[in-house]
């Protein structure tokens, strides 16, 4: 039952991907895909690329469960920079230095870093095909998909679905035109996070991002993550690179060992709102 009051948010980002924060620990906030839509709606509504609900964990080694919803409505396993968003405030309220956020793709450790930044263990990259997933049966190292002098992709899935394309030059991709294209192909049944990467030297990468039911993002922590591991799984850069989004730096470190991937970066709170009743009902 929405409260007719509307209910109380918090606008928050992670270089500039953005988001709309609802607390629903203590009173249940039943995120609907239209709901999502209109708070996501830049003109109409709040703005944002996702809506994120924290509720009760449903794990007892967890203190918080995280609900993503994408701006189109689309409910998604795995969102980087809101799980350090989350991460932060649950921490600064339980006065700890670390925190385990659940999710549909399970349990994120976080922890504070040097700088103001959080740390999160976002779990080991899923390299097999049906982990992704993809349509087929494939070498996720090179899918031998092109669009728009994009080619041969790396698959990869941090809990979510990406393709990370290499290219000469990130800016000259026309991210807009290919990116819907390249999200909706047949051979992602759960559409694809599309990633033009440019390896700038061993340890730096310069990343734009097409997200999944959101569009072009200033950043996109899952795509970092993915564009880590397949940097490293091409031989290109080495295990811990700085990526270079549109909205600032994040550090990642594809783990050797367990596979992990280890997100570093920044977070910041922008306003505190109201979402009016008009947004929560259709
Ligand atoms: N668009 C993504 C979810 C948000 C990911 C991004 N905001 C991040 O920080 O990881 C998807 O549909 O998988």
């Not at 031989?235 to 550090?251: M, N, P, S």
Request: charged share 25%; glycine share 10%; aromatic share 4%.
């Amino acid at each position: 039952m929405q409260n007719a009051r509307g209910r109380p948010f918090i606008k928050m980002h992670g270089l500039g991907n953005d988001f709309v924060v609802v607390d629903a620990r203590r009173e249940p906030f039943d995120l609907d895909a239209g709901a999502a839509r209109r708070i996501a709606d830049r003109r109409e509504g709040v703005g944002c690329d996702q809506v994120i609900v924290m509720e009760p964990p449903r794990d007892p080694c967890a203190n918080v469960f995280m609900r993503i919803r994408n701006a189109d409505g689309s409910e998604v396993a795995a969102c980087g920079n809101a799980t350090r968003c989350v991460a932060a405030r649950v921490m600064t309220e339980r006065e700890t230095r670390e925190v385990t956020v659940e999710t549909l793709a399970g349990l994120l450790h976080a922890k504070h870093a040097a700088e103001g930044k959080v740390a999160v263990d976002m779990g080991a990259a899923r390299l097999d095909w049906n982990e992704i997933p993809l349509a087929r049966e494939m070498d996720t190292l090179h899918l031998g998909l092109e669009a728009d002098g994009l080619r041969d992709p790396v698959a990869v899935s941090v809990g979510n679905p990406h393709a990370v394309f290499f290219v000469d030059d990130a800016e000259a991709v026309e991210l807009e035109r290919v990116g819907p294209e390249l999200e909706y192909d047949a051979l992602f049944p759960e559409r694809a996070n599309i990633s033009a990467a440019q390896v700038l030297d061993s340890t730096h990468i310069r990343l734009r991002v097409w997200e999944r039911g959101a569009g072009i993002t200033r950043a996109c922590g899952t795509a970092a993550c993915a564009t880590a591991v397949a940097a490293v799984r091409r031989e290109l850069t080495e295990r811990k690179v700085t990526i270079a989004l549109d909205g600032g730096e994040l550090g990642l470190e594809w783990r050797a060992g367990d596979g992990h991937v280890i997100m570093t970066g920044p977070v910041a709170e922008s306003f505190t709102g109201t979402l009016n009743g008009s947004l929560l009902a259709a």
